[in-house]
């Protein structure tokens, strides 16, 4: 699976960056998700298995939020940026208040969960379907 991950106005380019994008055999699909103060919305996403997706997920709240999903972003075991405060000790990405997050990727057929780690934050959830 390969990984492209901007925060903050940087982006750093996770997993072998060739292969997998174009191998798939579809254009580009592209996925909006708001992170506000206690939920994602959408929280049920469908996509399809057959094309590369880039997931934007975007802070509209007023909380800090986290977005992890650990069989989809960690999958190969690779390191994620972990530069600010916030984000020690936690295995999700933050995402400040205005801020976004953009994942690259083509991930196979799966139903993948994806939550916000922050404390108080435990009804958060979302779910990605690839078919």
């Given at each position: 699976m390969t990984r492209l991950i901007?925060?903050?106005?940087?982006?750093?380019i996770l997993?072998?960056?060739?292969?997998?994008?174009f191998a798939c055999d579809g254009s580009m699909q592209t996925v909006s998700i708001n992170a506000e103060d206690f939920r994602f919305t959408p929280d049920l996403v469908?996509?399809?298995?057959?094309?590369?997706?880039?997931?934007?997920?975007?802070?509209?709240?007023?909380?800090?939020?986290?977005?992890d999903s650990p069989i989809l972003m960690y999958a190969p075991k690779t390191s994620l940026p972990k530069d600010t405060p916030e984000s020690a000790g936690s295995p999700g990405i933050v995402?400040?208040?205005?801020?976004?997050?953009?994942?690259?990727?083509?991930?196979?057929?799966?139903?993948y969960l994806y939550i916000c780690r922050r404390k108080g934050h435990a009804?958060?959830?979302?779910?990605?379907?690839?078919?």
């Open positions: 901007s925060v903050n106005g940087r982006t750093v997993g072998l960056v060739a292969a997998a994008l469908r996509v399809r298995a057959s094309a590369p997706l880039t997931l934007s997920v975007y802070n509209a709240g007023r909380e800090i939020h986290e977005f995402i400040r208040p205005g801020e976004s997050l953009r994942l690259v990727m083509a991930p196979p057929a799966g139903t009804n958060m959830t979302g779910t990605l379907i690839v078919e």
